[in-house]
């Protein structure tokens, strides 16, 4: 059995279920599309860029989610939905409520909702709402964002985030579809 810390009887690596396989194939998904991130603001606003490229500040947090799923299923099945948050909040910060980053906070609560099996629903729960914890506080105390954006590019860049946001959800949905049966 393994906790969250990942301690295991006989101390040797988790073999990795299909709900954690399932987490760390978002997470590479996401940290391999994060350079693309910039070159889409430029292509779309054509300005933005160097503010664009702190997104990728992110990238080693995603990177740890394959690198401990072995160690610790549960911690890597956590931490994605967590990471997502916390990524989605700084991007809020930067580029502003208009940008439309707030709208990765749903594919975060539907990775709260789809990770865990029903004997870790206390989990399912706490990541939950956490993850709409955080986004009150976006929503509230955002504040003005770092970058500055025209009413145009504003209008371009939210229109990227909410077709990458819906993308990663309905992959989210795909690719977690029918891993809960395997993984109880």
Avoid at 2 to 23: E, F, K, N, Y
Avoid at 82 to 93: I, Q
Avoid at 144 to 172: G, M, R, V
Wanted: glycine letters at 8%; proline letters at 4%.
């Amino acid at each position: 059995m393994c906790d969250l810390a990942g301690s295991h009887m006989s101390g040797q690596r988790a073999i990795v279920d299909p709900l954690t396989q399932a987490s760390v194939t978002i997470a590479w998904v996401i940290l391999l599309n994060k350079p693309f991130y910039p070159l889409y603001v430029w292509y779309l606003a054509g300005n933005g860029v160097i503010a664009s490229l702190a997104s990728l500040t992110a990238a080693p947090l995603y990177l740890a989610i394959p690198l401990i799923a072995h160690r610790s299923p549960l911690a890597a099945r956590v931490a994605l939905p967590l990471v997502g948050t916390l990524d989605t909040l700084f991007e809020t910060k930067l580029f502003g409520q208009g940008a439309g980053t707030e709208l990765f906070f749903a594919a975060c609560i539907m990775l709260g909702a789809l990770s865990f099996r029903d004997q870790e629903r206390w989990w399912q729960r706490a990541v939950s709402v956490l993850v709409f914890g955080a986004f009150v506080i976006a929503r509230i105390f955002a504040g003005s964002p770092l970058y500055h954006w025209s009413d145009q590019d504003l209008a371009a860049f939210f229109n990227l985030n909410a077709f990458a946001a819906a993308s990663l959800t309905t992959f989210i949905a795909l690719r977690y579809a029918g891993s809960r049966d395997l993984g109880t």
